[in-house]
């Protein structure tokens, strides 16, 4: 994307946002940012399969829609949503077509986490998420990400104060309302150090729709800090969904995620994670599930940025019928990032003739003394399990869908929130048919 | 004695007519007009001028590529002499006239005293010597009916073979380095197995590069009909002093039904000095074609030399249950920089391969495994299996790994897995303790590490390699 050359797409599309005019009474490093963004995006222009990163999805049927920012979202009743809203206690945040709703969001808690939209981003809130807010996710190279922060005014920061543990999760739910519509949802996480927290991000479909998602999450997680990530993608079967998620870990922090790819007709979700401090650590987790003619495309980076570094991933997808998965994973070991260990797995189930898979862990390594390691097959269920289960009187489809159930599952069962893995299990048996 | 003997007799009085060659030498650049002149010197048929020429169209519309892992300064393609002897080779009277560096060299790779002065390019007699065994190997091969000579003498000789081959596996648009090679290649070797002829003996370049100069943009064709089977050796592993800048070859592979290729290279082109000036760059496309079936294409390479190396030898399989194999060492020190990994499409059925590459690096070089597996709707149930580790000495150096798995048939079955390490402080010292000093032990881990590979090359080239690695790495630890 270093060609120059303006889009005229996005033409359009700032064009039309012109139109609708700007909102006021925001603070003036957050202004800032957003011209920064936008001057940003006249010398961008939508990726193209001809680009490296986006070779293996096609997004130009994006272009078909001029999709318009949300306006005042029409508010679904409280009930209606209440299926979605966790069994346990939480710290709910509600977006509706990317605008935050106050009215049915609600925190269950003593008070010590501190939360507030960016809309009325004042005091103490300001202060400490000056220094992160659109400094992680860096939008001088990615279309999405500066198209989400030249729209910046509404969204949520979270700060967890140094030594704060939240036991109950924080719980996000992006709420799609089906009306042909584009959500930038911008969401930033500050763990201060030693601070302790579980965020879950959902991406829900109210209705059916052709709808677009552009949201971008910036999660900073402070010395000695935990931050436990769990992400959930089911929007809506026609949606196009573009995600990016950028950490940063500080020293002797860490990081898990757990991110499920599940609806949408074509998503993209880009996570960059950088082990900033030394002994940063990471794990993070995937499952892509899809099928009909779904395309759900993950790419990972890991920057081991600081010795002593410790990453673990896994990552997986199931793809059945005519869809299409692609993964591309990079571990980056930058020099003198010494003693670092890294490793990276990458298992891929095709369920039928005509489900394609594409991916690509990549290594680059600039240390001697490291520890790294990748490995990636793509197959079919295993015809040896299969006969297993079948002499032990299961129907060759049961078995199979057994099979398939247990090797989506075994990245469900990371989900450390009870209701959540219970639901997600629920989804998962229906999509695998057993009954 | 056959007209291409009595040819081949006759080539080592070439060198007679350097001055003449030397009076030859085109202007530098490329246009229309120096192709020409380069296919009428060479008197070619008139097919394999518009083969040239629409190669060179095509060239000139294509971008230099910019995705790959290395860098290098621009290359002015206008100030290269695209017919010639690059540099033609000053004839020196005794082995006392040679750099003693490459005398070295030599020595510890172990290479017989006549070869030594042949490759440091001494007495004629010598040469004489091993032309005398290029012929005595030529009346064997042509005995059981094998083809095997130079490219540009097979255009004269057999243009049929020729023109139904040349740019069938990779097109004169293939690539920008391809194109180029198209366009301007000057020589090279062209190698025929008729019908259920096993060769009897490993063909190698080597006895031809005594007697030929080979350009900068060699071609290479090898085609193996039904039942035949060849185990090609190509580039010589004695160092070749040689300061051309860009070299860029293509090689072509056909393997009818039931034809078995291995194609082993051990490459050692001059890297440049410790300081990264200097050196080859080597640009290379070479493609097998495995087009019947029960088919085998079989890539080994040992990449030692060049500045940059930078190609992927890769294997179409087409044939139902063909076999493509891709062996591969990279060794880089100092500032050299590999790109190197094989490419292996899947089509027919029940389509194996297998990939191992070893990477290491040192100094302050970069080394880059970058490799495809494509399985196609149509290759039911085919296999790949790939292997790509890395060893990393000195924490200046770089290795990287870019594997693309590209599936879309599901009874497929794709394994890749890659590993990055060091030589280990515990290592050294268990072999300290059985009193191996600290160099011999890295080279004994180091041939341990690419034992896998080693085993795949003809024997005589799997000693020299062994040698040639520990050479290589000499002072790198420590």
């Not at chain 1, 977006?95 to 935050?100: H, I, L, N, R, T």
């Not at chain 2, 097979?154 to 391809?178: H, W």
Request: proline share 4%; hydrophobic share 40%.
């Amino acid at each position: 994307m270093s060609t120059v050359i303006w889009d005229d797409y996005l033409e359009k599309l700032i064009e039309s946002w012109r139109k609708e005019g700007e909102p006021s009474r925001t603070v003036s490093y957050l202004n800032r940012l957003r011209a920064n963004a936008l001057s940003r995006i006249e010398s961008l222009r939508l990726p193209t399969i001809r680009d490296e990163e986006w070779r293996f999805t096609d997004i130009s049927s994006l272009r078909n829609t001029l999709f318009p920012r949300a306006s005042t979202a029409s508010l679904p009743g409280l009930d209606s949503q209440k299926s979605t809203f966790l069994d346990e206690p939480t710290c709910r945040l509600v977006f509706v077509d990317g605008q935050y709703m106050p009215g049915l969001s609600g925190l269950t808690d003593d008070g010590s986490i501190i939360v507030c939209s960016l809309s009325e981003l004042t005091g103490i809130c300001a202060s400490k998420t000056e220094q992160y807010l659109g400094q992680l996710a860096d939008f001088q190279d990615d279309v999405f990400v500066a198209l989400n922060t030249a729209l910046m005014h509404d969204g949520i920061c979270i700060v967890i104060p140094a030594n704060v543990s939240i036991t109950v999760p924080v719980h996000i739910l992006y709420i799609t309302s089906g009306k042909e519509v584009a959500a930038y949802p911008r969401c930033l996480l500050v763990a201060e150090s030693e601070a302790e927290v579980t965020i879950v991000e959902e991406y829900v479909a109210w209705q059916e729709g052709v709808s677009l998602t552009n949201a971008v999450t910036e999660i900073y997680v402070g010395e000695s800090a935990r931050v436990n990530h769990i992400r959930v993608q089911r929007e809506a079967s026609q949606a196009f969904h573009i995600a990016n998620n950028s950490t940063f870990v500080a020293k002797t922090a860490h990081y898990d995620s757990v991110n499920l790819a599940l609806g949408a007709r074509i998503s993209r979700f880009d996570q960059k994670i950088t082990l900033a401090g030394e002994g940063a650590e990471c794990q993070i987790d995937g499952l892509a599930l899809i099928a009909d003619r779904q395309l759900a495309d993950t790419h990972t980076f890991i920057d081991h940025a600081s010795p002593h570094g410790r990453s673990r991933q896994l990552h997986k997808c199931i793809v059945d019928e005519s869809a299409h998965g692609v993964f591309s994973g990079e571990i980056m070991v930058r020099p003198h990032s010494q003693q670092t260990d890294a490793r990276q797995l990458n298992h891929n189930l095709l369920l039928s003739e005509k489900a394609r898979m594409d991916t690509k862990p990549q290594l680059e390594i600039f240390a001697d003394d490291v520890k790294c390691a990748h490995g990636a097959t793509v197959g079919q269920l295993d015809k040896e399990s299969l006969f297993y289960l079948q002499s032990r009187g299961f129907a060759e489809e049961v078995a199979r869908n057994l099979l398939t159930y247990a090797f989506g599952g075994e990245i469900i069962n990371r989900v450390i929130v009870a209701s959540l893995r219970q639901r997600l299990e629920e989804y998962i048996l229906v999509r695998t048919r057993i009954s | 004695m056959s007209a291409a003997l009595q040819n081949l007799v006759n080539q080592p009085y070439k060198h007679g007519f350097v001055t003449n060659i030397e009076s030859d030498i085109a202007p530098k650049g490329l246009n229309e007009d120096i192709i020409r002149l380069i296919s009428s010197k060479k008197n070619e048929p008139e097919w394999l001028l518009t083969f040239r020429l629409e190669a060179y169209r095509r060239w000139l519309n294509m971008i230099e590529p910019t995705w790959q892992n290395v860098k290098y300064p621009k290359i002015n393609f206008q100030n290269i002499s695209y017919y010639s002897a690059p540099k033609p080779k000053k004839k020196l009277a005794s082995m006392d006239e040679v750099d003693p560096e490459l005398l070295r060299t030599f020595e510890k790779l172990g290479i017989p005293m006549h070869e030594r002065a042949a490759l440091a390019g001494v007495a004629v007699d010598v040469i004489f010597d091993s032309v005398s065994v290029a012929t005595t190997y030529k009346e064997k091969l042509a005995e059981v009916g094998i083809i095997f000579c130079s490219i540009s003498e097979a255009v004269q000789r057999y243009p049929e073979l020729i023109r139904q081959y040349l740019g069938t596996v990779v097109p004169p648009g293939d690539n920008y380095y391809a194109a180029l090679n198209s366009a301007v290649f000057t020589d090279g070797s062209f190698c025929f197995i008729p019908k259920g002829v096993k060769c009897p003996m490993d063909l190698s370049t080597y006895f031809r590069i005594n007697t030929e100069e080979s350009g900068q943009f060699e071609r290479t064709l090898i085609i193996a009909e039904e039942g035949a089977s060849v185990s090609y050796l190509e580039g010589c592993t004695a160092p070749r002093f040689d300061t051309n800048q860009l070299h860029a070859a293509v090689v072509e592979l056909i393997a009818l039904d039931d034809a078995d290729i291995k194609y082993s290279t051990v490459q050692n082109w001059y890297a440049g000095d410790e300081n990264g000036v200097g050196g080859i760059y080597n640009f290379v496309t070479k493609r097998g074609l495995a087009k019947g079936r029960n088919s085998r294409i079989s890539w080994t390479q040992v990449e030692t030399g060049s500045a940059i190396t930078w190609k992927y030898p890769s294997c179409i399989l087409r044939g139902e249950n063909s076999v493509g194999e891709f062996y591969s060492v990279a060794v880089t020190n100092h500032h050299q920089q590999a790109d190197t990994g094989t490419k292996m499409i899947h089509i027919g059925p029940n389509t194996r391969s297998t990939i191992v590459s070893k990477g290491i690096s040192a100094g302050q070089s970069n080394s880059s495994y970058r490799g495809l597996v494509r399985i196609t709707p149509t290759a039911r149930n085919a296999r790949n299996y790939s292997q790509c580790d890395s060893m990393l000495i000195g924490s200046q150096c770089g290795a990287h790994t870019f594997p693309y798995i590209q599936v879309q048939n599901n009874s497929a079955q794709v394994e890749h897995e890659a590993s990055t390490s060091k030589i280990g402080e515990d290592q050294l010292f268990y072999f300290a303790q059985r009193g191996i000093d600290a160099e011999e032990a890295v080279s004994m881990i180091i041939n341990g590490f690419c034992k896998e590979v080693f085993q795949q090359l003809p024997l005589e080239f799997a000693v020299e390699a062994t040698k040639l690695l520990s050479f290589k790495l000499e002072g790198s630890v420590g």
